[in-house]
């Protein structure tokens, strides 16, 4: 059967093999799954339980980063991601490394999907949800800013300073946009510039290293009640995960409410994060620059790709500008 145009065809035969291999029961059934870009990912189930196939790695690098972070928030912190995480590095059965890990229980969060809560408290407990599991996520701290390297296991100190290192990372994905086409201008880039010296001393500032997502939004959680209260039960996918700045986590949930017109969630969430934060003096100037360093990512991609969701006439400065606002009201 083909799961995905990525995981191609996969037969009965190879996922037994698959089961076999980490002594997970015998096959039942497997199913596509529809949701994510790309196409990594089957549940799978077997007489001794329900899992998550993910295969075709992106990178040498991906699955062996996933389970170094997995492995560590699995056990510093209450975060609930899938562990244990079966890593087969051998390519005998499909041709590629693939890794089964467990099927973690709760709601996946997408629009329109059956099932969903739909009432707007749900959608502020919900969001309230999001802040208080970034909360806990950051309790697991590092040493230095750094990396995952494939190389030794471990964790590479950045090159740069963390400061230095935001500003290259946002001005290089700009700078490779301008080649795809006339939507990052030069105006852009010194709105830009603008922010980032405007916001330059509070970003040096002295922080706590902690675990940085860099993907952290509905599609890569699943939600149930605890106690009567919505609750993040399940966190995945963690390939681009490492040691920073939290407040740079904060960007993709808050602008992903922001596009969706829901500024009250987008607040709701942020408050409750901030409350599990101590001496956040100078959060307001580095807020507009983790949008910047999250919206680049966005931007480069989908300028290259041709994949523009929105109003593909506006620049990169009409378009981001909107995220940059925080209502302080709503937060302090």
Request: charged share 30%; proline share 4%; glycine share 6%.
């Amino acid at each position: 059967m083909k799961y995905s145009e990525r995981l191609g065809e996969i037969s009965k035969e190879q996922l037994q093999q698959a089961l076999d291999r980490f002594s997970l029961g015998k096959f039942v059934g497997a199913t596509p799954i529809t949701e994510g870009l790309f196409g990594q990912n089957l549940f799978l189930t077997s007489d001794k339980g329900d899992f998550v196939l993910r295969g075709v790695p992106h990178y040498s690098w991906q699955f062996k980063s996933e389970r170094f972070f997995a492995k560590l928030l699995h056990e510093r912190t209450a975060v609930p991601v899938p562990w244990p995480y079966l890593l087969d590095k051998s390519k005998d059965i499909f041709g590629w490394e693939y890794v089964i890990m467990p099927k973690l229980s709760g709601l996946q969060l997408l629009d329109g999907k059956a099932g969903e809560p739909s009432t707007d408290v749900d959608r502020e407990e919900i969001a309230k949800a999001q802040g208080r599991m970034l909360g806990e996520m950051q309790k697991l701290t590092w040493k230095f800013p750094g990396q995952y390297s494939e190389t030794n296991n471990k964790i590479k100190p950045l090159k740069l300073s963390f400061a230095d290192w935001v500003v290259e990372r946002i001005m290089e994905r700009l700078t490779k946009a301008q080649d795809y086409n006339d939507k990052t201008t030069i105006e852009d880039l010194q709105w830009v510039r603008g922010l980032l010296t405007k916001a330059k001393s509070a970003l040096k500032a002295e922080f706590q290293p902690c675990f940085v997502m860099r993907d952290y939004k509905l599609g890569n959680m699943v939600f149930g009640k605890v106690s009567s209260r919505w609750e993040v039960t399940g966190l995945f996918d963690l390939m681009e995960s490492y040691f920073g700045n939290g407040e740079a986590d904060v960007s993709r949930t808050f602008c992903d409410y922001t596009e969706k017109n829901k500024p009250e969630l987008a607040h709701g969430f942020l408050k409750e994060y901030l409350k599990s934060q101590e001496g956040r003096e100078g959060f307001e100037e580095r807020f507009p620059v983790f949008i910047l360093l999250d919206r680049t990512i966005i931007w480069e991609w989908t300028q290259r790709s041709n994949k523009v969701w929105w109003d593909k006439t506006l620049t990169f400065k009409q378009w981001v500008e909107p995220f940059t606002w925080l209502d302080e009201t709503r937060v302090d």
